[in-house]
């Protein structure tokens, strides 16, 4: 059962005169109860696809469906009471907690706001969703700043889970986290996906982090969705060239060799041609990629890939 | 490269089944990862934010200097009308006594025969009071406009910043003499046209912040949560842009005294109460040979003005996120 739908969304950022396409026509699709992991690298548009389905950046074109209802056609003041199904979790632990506030402060404010009246009941469930987190109770009282970063992104899964939303977007939820901390909110997230029955996307530049969780993941590159799989096809039969330079440069202990780099930068988002958007970077590219754009095609079922030079792949 | 590796290793039971099995109605509790180091360390010691703030100003110097300066004048206009009871620009005494010539007139008497000490602690009544009131004046318009020009933004803010910038290009003292020139002077009109001509600063900094504050990520969480403008704009950004604030109104108040001394002091200030600058202003003449007539009001002044500077040094220190201090 699909709960969100997002088709052909593009987000554009204009300054002065020139405008990027941060996201460019991105279609998706997230089932009740299913983690899409959303992965690539820095400056991508991840962040900004994730934040534009939020409506926390308006999107320039598409269609958000949640629940059969086009949230890109709601008022400010609808979308608001809309707002407490679908929730975010931020990168920086540090940033998306008010300082001035104590933590019950920061974890009550959105229950008022959607209409828990009673000061008990709001402390109760703040209670409640502290220890579900793994918070000791006296948290209330504190400030954000007493906390470590791992628990103050416990906070920030806290706030998101205290409207008992259907969809959470994780937006690099660990990477701003010691390793060994980034294992335990990792697995914080997996529990209260499985006991809450949360719909997760989760945006990660780390593979690795993306291959624990999803159930699917897309892979973007320059604004656009480029391989779209299972978690096994995505990770045992990449098609696109992009993809298998990500999970190549996954570091393996058991792999001797070392991961091929892939050459270049992300080519300025504002510069770009008529080809392939990987084309410049890519081992195999040829003629076609730098003069036609690839449309992401079905290669298999559920699988889809953006770029003329799959097939070979796929017989092999 | 090998913390990377240890993790890699530890975040995969097995490859390519579900990520993790999780029995059904894992109650919190039974989970062992909330019992991991990181959930329960949380510092000994609650340091409620707020008191140690609090703690921090009063171990200031400045501030602890500033502040008892400032409290010794506030005394003295809370006790002037027990000590003078009358009114203090009544003749009752020979005129132009000296300091210390009488002793019931230990700072002299001015050409008309008025207590010159009855004048200072009633004056420290008058300075106060427009000080206070028409720093709040401009500072609740300034918060009002530049909280509108920094949230907003867009077109809404262009108008704005021309409006702050029409203001700030005339000179405010100029501006000032105006307002209250057409305005007949009494204190209630001295202190809006104050409070009228000082908003702009006020209006810069709180726009600044504001931009700045806008993008943060607990706005952009509150927005997520559906919050309403209001609420975020009071309860999430304000709040951090409180210290600057402060830290401007300690030192509008010294403007603001320093402009009512200035307009007093050219005959623009109430005439029916007395005040440091009118003081300084009827003395002028006999500068020559009364000079304590100007000069104790001008000590006054000074006085107020640097402990209200010392005042916001302190401020400054302690609340000003860029020197680095946690907030």
């Known amino acids: 059962m699909t709960l969100l739908s997002v088709s052909d969304l593009t987000t554009t950022y204009t300054s002065g005169r020139s405008a990027v396409h941060a996201v460019d026509g991105v279609s998706l699709e997230i089932a009740r109860g299913e983690t899409i992991g959303l992965v690539g690298e820095s400056g991508c548009g991840k962040s900004t696809l994730g934040k534009t389905i939020l409506r926390l950046v308006e999107p320039s074109g598409g269609r958000i469906l949640f629940d059969g209802e086009d949230l890109t056609a709601l008022s400010e003041a609808a979308l608001r009471s809309r707002r407490k199904r679908l929730q975010m979790v931020f990168q920086d632990p540090f940033a998306s907690l008010n300082p001035r506030q104590t933590i019950g402060e920061i974890l009550s404010a959105p229950l008022a706001v959607h209409g828990v009246k009673s000061r008990a009941e709001r402390q109760r469930r703040v209670d409640d969703i502290l220890a579900r987190v793994g918070l000791p109770p006296d948290s209330a009282r504190r400030y954000p700043h007493e906390f470590s970063g791992g628990q103050r992104q416990r906070i920030g899964i806290a706030r998101a889970l205290i409207l008992e939303p259907d969809l959470i977007i994780c937006d690099e939820p660990v990477s701003a986290l010691d390793l060994s901390v980034q294992a335990q909110i990792l697995n914080l997230l997996a529990e209260l996906k499985q006991s809450l029955n949360l719909s997760l996307l989760f945006i990660s530049h780390d593979l690795s982090v993306v291959r624990y969780l999803s159930d699917r993941v897309l892979v973007m590159y320059l604004g656009r969705i480029v391989e779209s799989g299972s978690h096994t096809q995505i990770w045992h039969r990449p098609l696109h060239p992009y993809t298998k330079a990500l999970i190549d440069a996954v570091p393996d202990p058991t792999r001797r060799r070392y991961a091929a780099p892939l050459p270049g930068d992300l080519p300025d988002p504002r510069s770009v041609g008529g080809g392939c958007r990987f084309a410049p970077r890519c081992p195999i590219a040829t003629e076609i990629c730098r003069t036609q754009d690839p449309a992401l095609r079905a290669a298999a079922a559920g699988h889809h890939v953006a770029c003329h030079h799959a097939e070979p792949a796929l017989v092999s | ?327």
């Open chain 2, 1 to 327: 490269m090998l913390q990377i590796n240890t993790r890699t290793t530890l975040l995969q039971p097995e490859a390519d089944t579900q990520p993790i099995a999780v029995s059904a109605e894992v109650s919190p509790s039974s989970w062992p990862n909330l019992h991991a180091a990181d959930t329960h360390v949380v510092s000994a010691t609650s340091h409620n934010i707020r008191r140690l703030t609090v703690l921090r100003l009063l171990r200031n110097p400045s501030v602890a200097a500033g502040g008892a300066l400032l409290s010794l004048i506030i005394i003295a206009a809370a006790l002037a009308p027990f000590l003078y009871p009358g009114d203090p620009l009544s003749m009752v005494a020979r005129p132009l006594l000296w300091p210390g010539q009488n002793a019931a007139f230990p700072f002299g008497t001015d050409s008309l025969g008025r207590d010159v000490a009855a004048g200072l602690f009633h004056g420290a009544r008058v300075s106060l009071l427009i000080g206070v009131v028409a720093t709040s004046i401009g500072v609740s318009v300034g918060i009002l406009v530049g909280a509108t020009a920094g949230y907003r933004g867009g077109w809404i803010d262009d108008v704005l910043v021309r409006v702050i910038e029409l203001f700030q290009t005339v000179p405010s003292f100029i501006l000032l003499v105006v307002l209250v020139a057409i305005a007949q002077p009494s204190i209630l009109t001295v202190t809006w046209a104050i409070g009228l001509v000082t908003w702009p600063t006020i209006a810069r900094l709180v726009r600044a912040e504001f931009r700045v504050l806008r993008e943060k990520d607990f706005v952009m969480a509150a927005r997520s949560l559906g919050f309403g403008h209001g609420r975020i704009v009071i309860r999430e950004i304000l709040p951090n842009a409180l210290p600057a604030i402060i830290v401007t109104a300690s030192v509008m108040v010294a403007t603001a005294i320093l402009m009512e001394a200035a307009l007093s002091f050219l005959g623009l200030g109430d005439p029916n109460v007395v005040s440091w600058g009118s003081m300084i202003g009827s003395g002028r003449e006999l500068i020559r040979t009364a000079w304590y007539l100007t000069a104790l009001p001008g000590v006054v002044i000074v006085l107020t003005v640097l402990a209200l500077n010392l005042i916001g040094d302190g401020l400054t220190d302690v609340l000003n996120p860029r020197t680095g201090v946690e907030r």
